[in-house]
């Protein structure tokens, strides 16, 4: 039976190939270091965490997480190891929280490799720290054992190393950062927490005994403290979108107030003010059987509008598909461990490893390991076919914002009157799941700028295409997330730039250009670079200045308070170190006023900027033109294959949407 340990205690370890399993519901950054019998580190060398992931008998996560399984093989480390000590800690420079009392309480739990729980702890308590030790291994008397620790650190991760007797902490702990902010760059944003009241609940049948899909993430008693639910919102008030990413931002304004002038903690308010609704009615469908799973139904999960709800359903959509993926993956890691363990005891029998003897028992444990891999691919595969059901029936009802290009809503399309709470980038899948895409959404203001890569990747799909062609389709890919987001929003809230020193996107951004929904043409050369630059850097001075004053009705008349997006084609051509600073200013400053960069680049043009533009490449997201397996879910860090969003080839959608979009501009470009 598994133990429920309480900060001091311990409990003693009968085997020696673990899983440490963290939920925390928000994405915390997960290490370890190994230490003497005294408990102090046995060197720099003796910490594994995102930049330096493995040591033997060792493995953590290469990125900040919700969810961490950190792998463990106590016979395998080193016989000065003594002390094994999990350390966590909360991401350091990007948007999120910075102590723990900010999160709900984290969970560890010590298992088996089958998934069987041997010993858990809650860690409660914590407050203004930012790193803790959650808990140890070690060694005593030739046994090992876990101990409940839960030390925390209000100087984070600098304060907990050099606790443990490293010199050189803040290098280390720099070096940690850094890690953990380059794996940021290629995750997905935050997905909005699980309310309370989520009814996507799924009623699945039982899972025979001994299964190996419980070592999915979250599973069972792994399962991490409920977050709770969103503080509750009178009725005809303008809801701030809390359940989602990159809410509780402090921006609440007066129904009929314009956006633009209300200013709160140093911000103008860029959210919709008329976004009023009341709390969705109970659902008065019959109770769906225990033995049965759920019907789909679109729009089952919380929200206080429809689009709302959606977009929760297709982030739990991409979670259940998450963590399902980790279950299958965890037990067929353990039906091939197990394999081996049964392998290497026949090959160490010398009277069992030849003859008929040792063939029979290599046939057995095949058998054995294809009966548990066929019995988790059939869990797997009934969450799957679930999931597909689902998609089946959500893809339909998305709205234009959340929907593909060849969703008949387009056909559909009229200019709305308030911009949408998210906006699609693409799709995401697993190998696994190649019949299944999850809509990649995202919350609305931008909260990063976008990068289209224009280089080569790893695939086979960029592999055979030139580099013309590469530069091409990430232009294409560009020109239609430009087209959709100035068809998400109301007529002259959003407005877009175009830098193109040389001049040679003109035919991939021609449904931009011909339909008019352009202030100015692109701007081309030297002269036409720094005259963008500095009007929108001038633009993001004076909102913060008039921000910081609660003055946003002393703008000048020539600064609009609309949405901007600035596009870069073929960056760094054109550039020079100053253009390339007031670029990073934009991407770092502009966000937060309502400027927004979308960048073409390929990493190998830049080659001769050496590290000076690191800090731009991890502030943006990185999206590629042709399908790539480079986002991470922020639940178990899976390599998700991500395919942007294009029109069908042939289709006139985008011509159709824009010269919508233009048409209703017009008494704005007068």
């Given at each position: ?33 190994l230490g003497d019998v005294q408990g102090r580190l046995l060197g720099p060398d003796q910490v594994v965490h995102p930049g330096s992931p493995t040591l033997p008998g060792l493995e953590v996560s290469q990125q900040a997480a919700a969810d961490h399984r950190l792998a463990v093989d106590l016979d395998a480390m080193k016989d000065t190891v003594h002390r094994v000590s999990v350390l966590l800690a909360l991401p350091q420079g ?222 739990g959509m991409f979670e259940d598909l998450a963590r399902s993926a980790a279950a299958y993956r965890s037990a067929v890691d353990f039906a091939d461990s197990r394999r081996e363990q049964e392998l290497d005891k026949v090959l160490s029998d010398p009277r069992s490893r030849m003859g008929t003897a040792g063939d029979a028992a290599r046939e057995a444990a095949g058998e054995r390991y294809d009966a548990l891999v066929a019995q ?295």
């Amino acid at each position: 039976m598994a133990a429920e340990l309480v900060r001091g205690q311990n409990h003693p370890l009968t085997q020696t190939r673990l899983e440490i399993r963290i939920s925390a519901g928000r994405p915390i950054v997960a290490g370890a270091t190994l230490g003497d019998v005294q408990g102090r580190l046995l060197g720099p060398d003796q910490v594994v965490h995102p930049g330096s992931p493995t040591l033997p008998g060792l493995e953590v996560s290469q990125q900040a997480a919700a969810d961490h399984r950190l792998a463990v093989d106590l016979d395998a480390m080193k016989d000065t190891v003594h002390r094994v000590s999990v350390l966590l800690a909360l991401p350091q420079g990007v948007d999120g929280p910075v102590r723990f009392r900010d999160l709900a309480a984290p969970f560890v739990a010590v298992t088996g490799l089958d998934g069987a729980e041997v010993a858990s702890y809650t860690i409660i308590g914590l407050d203004t720290e930012s790193a803790v030790v959650a808990v140890e291994l070690y060694r005593r008397q030739g046994a090992w054992k876990v101990r409940a620790v839960g030390q925390g650190y209000a100087g984070g991760l600098v304060d907990l190393l050099a606790d443990q007797g490293l010199p050189d902490a803040p290098r280390l702990a720099t070096v940690i950062n850094d890690a953990v902010a380059q794996g940021v760059a290629r995750s997905v944003a935050t997905p909005p927490p699980r309310p309370s009241g989520d009814t996507r609940t799924r009623a699945v049948p039982p899972e025979a005994p001994d299964s190996p899909t419980v070592a999915g993430p979250g599973a069972g008693p792994t399962q991490a403290a409920p977050t709770p639910p969103p503080p509750s919102r009178p009725p005809n008030t303008a809801p701030d979108g809390a359940t989602g990413p990159g809410a509780g931002n402090g921006h609440t304004a007066a129904s009929g107030a314009d956006p633009a002038q209300t200013v709160d903690a140093g911000r103008v308010n860029y959210t919709h003010p008329t976004r009023t609704t009341t709390p969705p009615p109970p659902s008065s469908a019959p109770p769906t059987p225990p033995d049965q799973p759920a019907p789909p139904v679109a729009g089952d999960a919380t929200g206080w509008t429809m689009e709302e709800r959606l977009y929760n359903q297709v982030w739990g959509m991409f979670e259940d598909l998450a963590r399902s993926a980790a279950a299958y993956r965890s037990a067929v890691d353990f039906a091939d461990s197990r394999r081996e363990q049964e392998l290497d005891k026949v090959l160490s029998d010398p009277r069992s490893r030849m003859g008929t003897a040792g063939d029979a028992a290599r046939e057995a444990a095949g058998e054995r390991y294809d009966a548990l891999v066929a019995q988790a691919r059939q869990a797997f595969d009934r969450d799957l076919a679930q999931l597909i059901a689902e998609s089946a029936v959500v893809e339909p009802a998305l709205p234009a914002a959340f929907a593909r290009w060849d969703s008949p809503v387009w056909h559909a399309y009229r200019i709305p009157t308030e911009p949408p709470m998210a906006l699609r980038l693409g799709d995401l899948q697993l190998p696994e799941s190649t019949g299944l895409r999850i809509p990649m959404l995202v919350r609305l203001p931008l909260e990063r700028g976008l990068w289209i890569d224009s280089g080569r990747s790893g695939l086979e799909t960029a592999m055979f295409a030139d580099d013309a062609e590469l530069r091409g389709r990430a232009l294409d890919t560009a020109t239609a997330l430009a087209a959709r987001l100035l068809a998400a929003h109301p007529a002259g809230d959003f407005a877009v730039h175009i830098i193109d020193p040389a001049g040679t996107g003109a035919t991939a951004l021609g449904p931009l250009l011909r339909s008019g929904v352009l202030n100015e043409p692109p701007a081309a050369g030297a002269t036409g670079v720094s005259a963008v630059l500095a009007q929108l850097t001038r633009r993001v001075d004076l909102v913060q200045m008039a921000a910081r004053n609660g003055a946003a009705d002393a703008l000048p008349p020539d600064v609009d308070t609309a949405q901007h997006l600035l596009i870069v084609h073929d960056f760094p051509h054109g550039f020079d170190d100053r253009a390339v600073n007031q670029l990073r200013y934009l991407a770092d400053e502009g966000p937060r006023v309502g400027v927004h960069l979308m960048l073409i680049a390929s990493r190998e043009d830049t080659e001769s900027y050496g590290p000076l533009l690191d800090p731009l490449w991890r502030s943006l997201l990185r999206l590629t033109p042709v399908p790539d397996d480079h986002l991470a879910d922020p639940w178990v860090g899976h390599a998700w294959t991500y395919e942007p969003a294009l029109a069908p080839p042939g289709s006139d959608v985008l011509h159709q949407v824009l010269s919508q979009v233009a048409t209703a501009r017009h008494p704005w470009n007068r």
